[in-house]
């Protein structure tokens, strides 16, 4: 009888815990969040402030990308990767290498747009002063 008293205290006990977690996730799901802010300009102050931490970035990833065959990251090592897989007759990890030889690749030139847009920025910023209006 014991043990059947405990079982039923330990049951309706589960079950008003349900039964309050389910009612506050109701509530909790019923108010709407709150708008985001919108911007009230374009950040030009805090781009210029970053502006040599950003070309510091893309400088070091250049390098890295630009290093040779025994610089982790680089494309030349990547290279290598590809050609050793295709001498070892792996030709699913030779596609998958160069997939991502091919990405490498292309990140090279992004980062060259990206360091000629941030020297415009770099220049207008030298004009505007820093960005503050």
């Not at 007759?89 to 747009?113: M, N, P």
Request: proline share 3%.
């Amino acid at each position: 009888m014991y043990v059947r008293r405990r079982r039923r205290t330990l049951v309706m006990g589960l079950a008003t815990a349900a039964l309050l977690a389910t009612g506050t996730g109701l509530a909790a799901a019923d108010s709407t969040p709150a708008p985001a802010a919108t911007p009230t300009g374009d950040g030009a102050q805090a781009l210029c402030k970053r502006a040599p931490k950003i070309d510091h970035r893309i400088d070091r990833a250049l390098k890295r990308l630009n290093a040779g065959a025994d610089k982790r990251g680089s494309i030349a090592r990547l290279q290598r990767r590809v050609d050793n897989a295709k001498a070892a007759g792996h030709t699913e990890i030779a596609t998958y290498l160069q997939d991502r030889l091919t990405f490498r690749k292309s990140l090279v030139t992004t980062l060259q747009q990206r360091q000629k847009d941030l020297n415009e920025v770099r220049s207008w910023c030298q004009n505007n002063n820093q960005g503050a209006s």
